[in-house]
């Protein structure tokens, strides 16, 4: 036995289109921020539940590492291949079904690789709203979405993955199918193997369907963008948003200057609203309300709530959208963050929480030791402020290649943010997950006792090791 025969027999399991080798897969084999180009073994792509299945049990035979992957959107290098030669892609892309939508159970059963936005338009066709989005909700699919628990701008009101999934189908990595589909909002029959695969990052099974949460449409959705001069009055404006739009706020984002900045530069398409004179505001806020009541209500209580921040001197400035293609441009200005970076040079990424409370200390603190460490790095922060979620991320100084910068200070500049996300009683990782990234960073800061379990957990479920070899643990 060898690779030959396992690549014969998975083009007999899936048929010979499917099983990709040789040059040409560069889609599978780098990722989404091209930092890393792994080399697969092959990249094998079934078309249903028992087709993945029966590739799991060829590999187990073979004793061949398996990486999942759907999008390949993932930030932290969990779903591309390392580059021995010697691990298979397997791809749920075909796996790509709506099975079922219950409208009066407010259910959808879905495959693991239908795109998010496919289902966002799947559940809205029947007058119901899927409230997870993130900005690569294009490409990104609900397998990869729930492996990583994946969160996004209405975690806020929805919560994020793990809370939009009530059932689960898997593959186990030895092969079996664990039948946990079904629509029930209760069930209290033992561990809950469900959220065990959420968020386990492809490393002890193979998600191939879900039954997600739906809710019903709001009548109306307004989007309004502030600005202010600090995180504290951010802040303060988050307290007085959620006292006055209680559960109907659905968003609040945070951008800081350079953010914003950012997507000037290299996406001037996108409109820049309450940017006067010449200088950007240091803070801006996009926020969201989703409300059950008619636009005119909605648009009055976002405007009324507005008013009182500008009275109070949380903002300066605001504008809310009139129509929907205004509240889109908002919103893009938001999600055009990351794709701007990525334009503006290779960049060291960090998606920490904090208790909401904590995040202004947070920034001041730690824009302040990176300032003194490191002289002229450029912070990009933004993101979900509503969550206590912010992507703090550290762009080179200008005029420094940005490859260079990574190579010399990415160590260090982690272990500073680190600690001071430790020192705030945050998570290294709010969003994106483990993966390869942080695999270190999680040994030296995950309590020994949680380390542990989560091994055994991993040793129990995988035995032979195969799948996603060398992710998070
Ligand atoms: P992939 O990248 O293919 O895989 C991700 C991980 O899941 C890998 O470890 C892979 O092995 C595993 N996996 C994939 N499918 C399965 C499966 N069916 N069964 C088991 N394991 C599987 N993330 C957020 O949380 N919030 C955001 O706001 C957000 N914004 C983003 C914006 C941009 C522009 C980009 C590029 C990414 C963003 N992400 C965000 C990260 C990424 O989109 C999410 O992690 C997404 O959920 C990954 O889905 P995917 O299908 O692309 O997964
Ligand atoms: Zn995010």
């Known amino acids: 036995m060898g690779t030959p025969a396992l690549l014969s027999e998975l083009r007999t399991l899936v048929g010979e289109p499917h099983v990709l080798t040789g040059p040409g897969l560069q889609?599978?084999?780098?990722?989404?921020?091209?930092?890393?180009?792994g080399r697969a073994l092959a990249v094998v792509r079934p078309a249903d539940?028992?087709?993945?299945?029966r590739v799991v049990q060829a590999c187990l035979t073979h004793r061949v590492g398996l990486v999942p992957q759907g999008g390949h959107t993932g930030l932290v290098g969990g779903g591309t291949p390392d580059n021995s030669g010697t691990q298979l892609v397997l791809s749920l892309q075909r796996l790509n079904r709506i099975r079922e939508i219950d409208v009066d159970n407010l259910?959808?059963?879905?495959?693991?690789?239908?795109?998010?936005?496919?289902?966002?338009?799947?559940?809205?066709?029947?007058?119901?709203l899927f409230p997870l989005s993130l900005a690569a909700e294009g490409s990104c699919t609900i397998g990869g979405n729930l492996a990583t628990n994946a969160g996004g701008t209405q975690v806020l009101r929805y919560g994020n993955a793990r809370d939009l999934c009530l059932g689960l189908e898997v593959v186990t990595a030895e092969g079996e199918l664990l039948h946990g589909l079904g629509g029930l909002r209760k069930d209290n029959?033992?561990?809950?193997?469900?959220?065990?695969?959420?968020?386990?990052?492809?490393t002890l099974g193979i998600i191939t369907a879900a039954t997600l949460k739906l809710v019903p449409q709001p009548a109306a959705t307004m989007t309004a963008l502030a600005t202010c001069t600090n995180p504290e009055a951010a802040v303060g404006l988050l307290r007085l948003a959620r006292t006055r739009l209680g559960a109907t706020l659905t968003g609040f984002e945070l951008m800081n200057a350079l953010a914003r900045e950012l997507v000037a530069r290299h996406l001037p398409q996108i409109p820049q609203p309450l940017w006067t004179d010449?200088?950007?505001?240091?803070?801006s806020v996009l926020l969201e309300q989703s409300d059950d009541e008619g636009p005119e209500q909605a648009h009055h209580r976002l405007e009324g709530l507005l008013e009182q921040a500008l009275e109070q001197g949380l903002i300066q400035d605001a504008v809310v959208a009139k129509n929907m293609s205004?509240?889109?441009?908002?919103?893009?200005?938001?999600e055009a963050i990351p794709l701007a970076q990525a334009e503006e040079g290779l960049n060291i990424k960090h998606d920490i929480s904090v208790p909401v409370s904590r995040i202004p200390a947070f920034i001041a603190t730690t824009n302040a030791i990176l300032a003194q460490a490191h002289p002229g790095c450029r912070l990009v922060n933004f993101g979900h402020l509503g969550d206590g979620n912010l992507h703090y991320n550290v762009q080179a100084p200008a005029?420094?290649?940005?490859?260079d910068f990574l190579a010399r200070c990415e160590q260090t500049i982690n272990t500073?943010?680190?600690?001071s996300v430790q020192a705030h009683a945050g998570s290294i990782s709010a969003e994106h997950g483990i993966g390869l990234l942080k695999r270190e960073e999680l040994a030296q800061r995950k309590s020994p006792v949680a380390l542990d379990l989560m091994k055994r957990l991993k040793r129990a479920l995988d035995p032979q090791g195969i799948l996603n070899p060398g992710r998070v643990v």
Do not use: F, N
Not at 189 to 202: A, K, N, Q
Not at 278 to 283: G, K, L, V
Not at 416 to 419: A, G, K, R, S, T
């Open 49 to 53: 539940t028992a087709q993945v299945a």
């Open 189 to 202: 029959t033992g561990y809950d193997l469900r959220d065990l695969y959420i968020g386990s990052e492809g």
């Open 399 to 403: 005029g420094t290649p940005p490859g």
């Open 27 to 37: 889609a599978y084999e780098c990722d989404w921020r091209k930092r890393w180009h």
């Open 278 to 283: 010449a200088s950007c505001p240091p803070w």
């Open 326 to 334: 205004e509240s889109r441009q908002l919103w893009h200005l938001r």
């Open 107 to 128: 259910t959808m059963t879905v495959e693991a690789g239908c795109i998010l936005q496919a289902v966002q338009v799947a559940a809205a066709e029947r007058g119901l």
């Open 416 to 419: 500073l943010v680190y600690d």
